[in-house]
């Protein structure tokens, strides 16, 4: 009795499966978004397993019919997301099952022929793993690869045509195919969106590339690429900047074309800042602006502008080695020798900005504010990094140089122009805001420039208050600022063997290959073996870095005029043995 009334439910439950239609899935699925609540956000699990199928059920389907229905179509679809997108999803999948990744599997698509090699594969594979059995597929197929290569250009013909007419009814089919089902496939997007600029070199490749192929027809893509990827890199300069200035020209016209772009298709509300990066590498920008003209930058201090005239003969030796040898050659310099290196960086920097100022009047608007903002990130990075190079490798500062690294120090006083400018630039925004900040500076200028001196008075004398307060602002910085070089210790002099090791190191590395132990061995052994005359350079040196120690100590020690107590050099004890014996036992007094 249980196993017939099991059969028959088993029978019912078939027959519900059978009847299903694609309408009465849709309702099905209907019914369910009108119980599921409109706000949503839990994990589909949750909200299925609070749903109760008795309200889902509809014409002759009962309630575990439906829920029977919806484990079975929505087994189909991801489901890692809530209960109503789910629903939406499986509604997409009911009415087209073979949309998307899916089409091939429609009973109607036609199927596509197979290649002139994949036909030779097919009919020969059988008969070579007859002959050799102990192979693999992968060895079977390197062989086939091999012996159609090898093929006679009238055998492949044979092969070629048959796939050529499979071709042309593949091609039938398929328009049939898309007359059939116009649903299923989705519509090209055609868009009149203009093409994006190519680099400098994807536009040399196209251009090389179709005489390349004349040259060597048999050449793959890949050989291609790796020839002509080779050739670009070994491009001259001059070469280079022609395809840099025809991608920038392309670029120029993609960025116009954008814009009416945008203007016609507002909906899409596309930003022009996000179209597309710059075309040019960081290496082609700066060959771009050094043919334009742009400066060379600077070092920023003397000791760099020292390693960097030391290492251009230094090409021998490894960069590593480099920076150590400059190191050791600049402290072996003379005070009045580092200050003159100093002057002439401060020269060179005048220099460059000068011709930075010419460069920067050659260029468009945009470009300029381009090398502007490159400038200041640039000065921005380098200046901290500049303080912690000088601090480890004992560069004497001057008090200018000390000053324009202080946080601390007073600012410049602002001019007249700029007081006027902040004054008048905020009424000026409201009254013209489609002024972009360098049209605002410009017309803030010229309305500057045609203020009567009546009028301008005003601001000179603001100028001459704000100068007077920075001046004293000034002496007072500079007054605090001494005695924090003074506790300074100056460096220890040196003896003449490592000072005349410090000047042939770089010899000596390069002749035992860097093995830094065997170069110090055989300088230790050469010095012990030179004669006195020999050594007499050397030891001059020495006595004069002595006499350079001591006078810098003197100086130290000497008292300042405006400080009262005793300076505390670095290292130095906070405290006397006297005072510490004293806070310890409060009755011991100095004996002496």
């Known amino acids: 009795m249980n196993g017939e009334t099991a059969m028959a439910e088993t029978t019912e439950l078939n027959t519900a499966k059978e ?111 007859k002959l050799h059995p102990e192979m693999s597929n992968l060895d079977l197929t390197k062989i086939l690869s091999k012996k159609y290569k090898e093929l006679p250009e009238k055998k492949k013909m044979k092969y070629i045509q048959e796939f050529q007419k499979e071709k042309e009814d593949f091609e039938q089919n398929m328009a049939r195919f898309r007359e059939d089902h116009p649903d299923l496939l989705e519509s090209v997007k055609r868009t009149d969106a203009p093409e994006k600029p190519k680099t400098p070199q994807q536009l040399w490749y196209l251009h090389e590339k179709k005489a390349f192929m004349k040259l060597h027809p048999k050449a793959t893509m890949k050989d291609v690429k790796e020839a002509l990827g080779k050739q670009w890199s070994q491009l001259s300069d001059k070469k280079r900047l022609k395809w840099i200035g025809k991608s920038l020209e392309q670029r120029e016209l993609y960025e116009d074309a954008m814009r ?123 200046k901290a990094s500049n303080l912690k190079q000088n601090a480890v490798k004992g560069i004497t500062i001057s008090p200018s140089d000390a000053n324009k690294t202080t946080p601390d120090k007073p600012k410049r006083p602002i001019s007249a122009m700029f007081i006027f400018s902040e004054e008048k630039r905020k009424k000026l925004q409201e009254d013209e805001p489609e002024l972009s900040e360098s049209e605002l500076t410009r017309k803030l200028a010229r309305i500057w420039t045609e203020l009567s001196e009546k009028k301008k008075e005003k601001y ?69 073996a030179m004669e006195k005359k020999e050594k007499l350079m050397w030891i001059k040196k020495a006595a004069e870095d002595q006499k350079r120690y001591e006078k810098e100590l003197s100086e130290i020690r000497a008292p300042a005029t405006n400080v009262n107590r005793k300076i505390k050099f670095e290292g130095e004890p906070k405290k006397t043995t006297n005072e510490w014996l004293s806070e310890i036992f409060p009755g011991i007094t100095d004996r002496r």
């Open 260 to 382: 009416d772009y945008v203007l016609r298709h507002p909906e899409q509300s596309i930003s022009l800042d996000d179209l597309t990066k710059n075309t040019l590498t960081k290496a082609e920008r700066q060959l771009k602006d050094k043919f334009d003209g742009r400066p060379t930058k600077p070092p920023p201090n003397g000791y760099s502008l020292y390693c960097a005239e030391l290492m251009s003969n230094m090409k021998d030796i490894p960069s590593t080695e480099r920076m150590v040898l400059c190191s050791k050659q600049w402290k072996m310099l003379s005070q009045k020798e580092k200050d003159a290196y100093q002057k002439r960086c401060e020269q060179k920097k005048k220099e460059y900005e000068i011709n930075l100022h010419r460069f920067l009047l050659s260029l468009p608007e945009h470009e300029q504010q381009r090398v502007l903002s490159e400038e200041k990130m640039i000065g921005i990075h380098k």
């Open 460 to 528: 000179r004398r603001l100028e001459a208050a704000a100068k007077a307060d920075s001046e004293q602002k000034r002496q007072g910085f500079g007054k605090g600022k001494g005695t924090a070089i003074r506790g300074k210790l100056p460096e220890p002099p040196k003896t003449a063997e490592e000072i005349w090791q410090q000047n042939v190191i770089g010899d000596y590395l390069a002749k035992y290959r860097n093995d830094r132990i065997k170069a110090i061995k055989a300088m230790e052994a050469t010095w012990s």
């Open 19 to 129: 009847d299903w239609t694609k309408e009465d899935v849709l309702g099905l699925l209907d019914c369910m978004r009108s119980i599921v609540p409109s706000n949503d956000v839990l994990k589909f699990k949750t909200t299925e397993s609070h749903m109760d199928w008795n309200k889902v059920t509809f014409a002759h389907y009962t309630g575990e019919m439906c829920k029977r229905k919806w484990s079975e179509i929505s087994h189909e679809v991801r489901k890692f997301r809530t209960l109503s997108e789910l629903i939406l999803d499986v509604q997409e999948n009911v009415k087209n099952p073979y949309k998307g990744k899916k089409l091939k599997n429609h009973p109607d698509f036609p199927k596509k022929p197979l290649t002139p090699y994949f036909r030779f594969f097919m009919e020969k594979r059988a008969k070579y793993a």
